[in-house]
């Protein structure tokens, strides 16, 4: 039997012991999914790589009393153990309100992503990395190409129609979860392994 690049034939019992304790912190188990119910779909269903998917949904980010962002002409991307990632394009996002952030990363599905900054009259002066995007995304990805997607916990709201979202565990993912989607999800703790 192997274990990723890690042979277990011959090891003793206490390595064996620690290989599952490490198994059990990168696999999920199945007992804790929880199973959907009529009108829900399950995130432990969606593919890895991501799909992406268009959505008619109604997608508004509010904050300080703005509207940054109302769209119905949005994306959304499903991937294993995350709820839906949401995109939405940028005319219908207020980018006058936003500022390019210096920072970036990469996603191995969907390329290098930029951020943007939102300037705030409150004392920090800025809720840093509110958004991201992707402006040279991957050719399977090329659709949401001009979109940005939001991080629901830096801001004060985001919908799906008229469904105030959840943000997704930990500070890093920024799926948005909403009561048709269940879980368990990535980012907890426990979870990054996932």
Known sequence: MVLGFIPVVGLSRRNRHALDLLR?????SPEVKQHPGPGQESCWDYPRP?????VSR???VIHGGQTLADSVAGYRVCETYHPPTYYIPREDCRMD????????SYCEFKGR????HLPTPNADGMVRDVAWSYPKPTTEYAPIREHLAFYSHKVDSCLVDNEQVTPQPGAFYGGWITSDVVGPFKGGPGTMGW
Request: charged content about 20%.
């Open 24 to 28: 059990m912190t990168l696999e999920p």
């Open 58 to 60: 109604r997608l508004r």
């Open 113 to 116: 992503a930029q951020y943007f």
């Open 50 to 54: 991501p799909r992406l998917e268009m």
């Open 97 to 104: 309100l936003l500022q390019p952030g210096s920072g970036s």
